[in-house]
């Protein structure tokens, strides 16, 4: 009898430790870190063409940008809302009087932070077995801005006026559509889920079009465009 309640439980132990292996960690957050060539709308009062033309050119710079989300809710997709935080950065030769270039270093800084709400339509995923998740965001946005010299400090607009520096509110929205890497090696994912927490990896792809002009205020240094951005995200 005790041979046999012995076996019974050598029967059961692998399977329930197969089971807690293969049971996935809660999650509720997800993090990305995202990128993309920018070209900021700073000439949009002038028609497409003026200062931010002249002095940087129209090939723009690269936007880094991160956001953190908690689901609100689960059930036909994932709904989310979030945080994000950005940086841009871009130089070029300043203007003289005159509107021909000088030999001086001048630079524009952004750095836009904003909420969002994300709804990520998974069921592909958790249906099928489709690893790719479709999305879109929507939110408001506030940019912070300033314009250097050389030498670093902060530029004017004019001899002894007032410092180039400000900030330009906004809304934003996105689309885009994220790959799950889970499915190209499942034994490294849940290896990576018991150890950190980290249900999901993903790649993605997002269009976006930022409207960061204060809702279309005539004195405002407008600092929004449409672009792409590509990133990686976790599941957590």
């Not at 952004?110 to 994300?118: N, R, S």
């Not at 939110?139 to 030498?151: A, H, K, N, P, S």
């Amino acid at each position: 009898m005790k041979k046999l309640i012995f076996a019974i439980i050598l029967t059961l132990v692998p399977t329930k430790v197969f089971a807690a292996d293969t049971l996935e960690s809660p999650s509720d957050m997800f993090f990305e870190f995202k990128a993309g060539k920018f070209v900021p709308n700073v000439d949009k009062e002038f028609g497409g063409s003026g200062p931010f033309k002249d002095i940087f050119g129209t090939g723009g710079s690269m936007l880094y940008n991160m956001q953190l989300d908690y689901r609100i809710f689960k059930g036909f997709g994932s709904l989310y809302i979030g945080s994000q935080a950005g940086f841009y950065w871009i130089s070029g030769k300043a203007l003289l009087l005159d509107g021909t270039k000088s030999d001086d270093e001048t630079a524009l800084w952004l750095f836009p932070v904003g909420i969002k709400v994300t709804y990520r339509f998974d069921e592909f995923l958790k249906r099928w077995s489709v690893p790719l998740v479709p999305y879109v965001k929507l939110g408001l946005l506030y940019t912070f801005w300033f314009v250097t010299e050389g030498d670093g400090s902060i530029a004017e607009f004019s001899e002894g006026g007032a410092k180039a520096r400000g900030g330009t509110y906004g809304w934003e929205f996105a689309a885009g559509l994220a790959l799950q890497l889970n499915i190209f090696d499942p034994s490294s994912a849940r290896n990576l889920d018991i150890e950190t927490g980290i249900n999901a990896t993903y790649l993605f792809a997002e269009w976006v079009y930022n409207s960061s002009d204060k809702f279309g205020a005539d004195k405002a240094l407008s600092v929004g465009g449409d672009y792409f951005l590509f990133g990686l995200g976790f599941e957590f």
